[in-house]
């Protein structure tokens, strides 16, 4: 018997007005750097250091690469992430990060977003680069990032 593993990650963006109004959304694929496979297993054997806990974000849109450690261009301070198990299944399972970047923190065209185990510094897990959020002053920006192991 020869099972296949999977591996992919959803990002949903909402940015927000000072009222709580949508202003932009989008949804994207991720791509999960090699630092993130070795994340995961490393995990998986007791090992490795901290769980995923914050996202950033960033004003450059080089595609991302199996070999990424970082974000290009990193603005801001790190959200941090509120993490759960949303799906359990026999075909898939999914864990689910959300942050909220809030009013002040994380301004300007926003091209790119990354999932990290700490508040700076490595490790990086997961990397996207989607088209520009333009998060004013007073805007909100609303990350969901899910992770999805499939049996394929």
Do not use: C
């Amino acid at each position: 018997m020869k099972e296949n593993l999977k591996l992919r990650g959803i990002v949903t963006a909402i940015l927000r007005d000072k009222d709580g109004n949508v202003k932009q959304e989008q949804t994207i694929d991720n791509l999960v750097v090699t630092g993130g496979l070795g994340f995961i297993t490393d995990r998986m054997q007791g090992a490795g250091t901290g769980v995923i806990s914050h996202m950033g974000v960033g004003t450059t849109n080089t595609a991302p690469a199996t070999g990424n450690t970082a974000l290009v261009a990193e603005v801001g301070t790190r959200a941090t992430v509120t993490a759960s198990r949303v799906t359990t299944t026999t075909a898939n399972d999914t864990a689910q990060y959300v942050s909220t970047f809030t009013a002040g923190n994380a301004t300007g065209a926003l091209v790119e977003a990354g999932l990290f185990n700490a508040s700076t510094g490595p490790l990086m897990v997961s990397r996207v680069v989607f088209a520009v959020i333009n998060k004013g002053a007073s805007d909100s920006l609303d990350i969901t990032w899910k992770i999805q192991l499939t049996a394929a």
